[in-house]
Nanobody
């Protein structure tokens, strides 16, 4: 099994910054893509940013130029640096990873973290 543990959420004023971290652990064989999604109250979960194991990234238009996704492949950890935060960035942020376990090395599954709350408010 693979577990994802997020950290770094909290309350920040508009214009501020936060850095989210997500570490994958367990009987990991390989982690391919890792990313962040978010879900605001009453809205569907949406993609924020994703990064593959080669370092290629993709961002939602709403966060381009403000958020930066990065990863440490050796530590199976993904980060989301969030700058110039806006009230509309308020949401629960979920880490996501596409990976396989040692027991089933060719079976790729999407794993989810438990979510971390980000609130942008004055």
């Amino acid at each position: 099994q693979v577990q994802l543990v997020e950290s770094g959420g909290g309350l920040v004023q508009p214009g501020g910054s936060l850095r989210l971290s997500c570490a994958a652990s367990g009987t990991i064989f390989r982690i391919n893509a890792m990313g962040w999604y978010r879900q605001a109250p009453g809205k569907q979960r949406e993609l924020v940013a994703v990064i593959d194991d080669g370092g290629s990234t993709n961002y939602a238009d709403s966060v381009k130029g403000r958020f930066i996704i990065s990863r440490d492949n050796a530590e199976n950890t993904v980060y989301l640096q969030m700058n110039s935060l806006k009230p509309e960035d308020t949401a629960v942020y979920y880490c996501n990873a596409k990976g396989s376990s040692i027991r089933f090395p060719t079976l790729y599954v999407y794993y989810w973290g438990q979510g971390t709350q980000v609130t942008v408010s004055s």
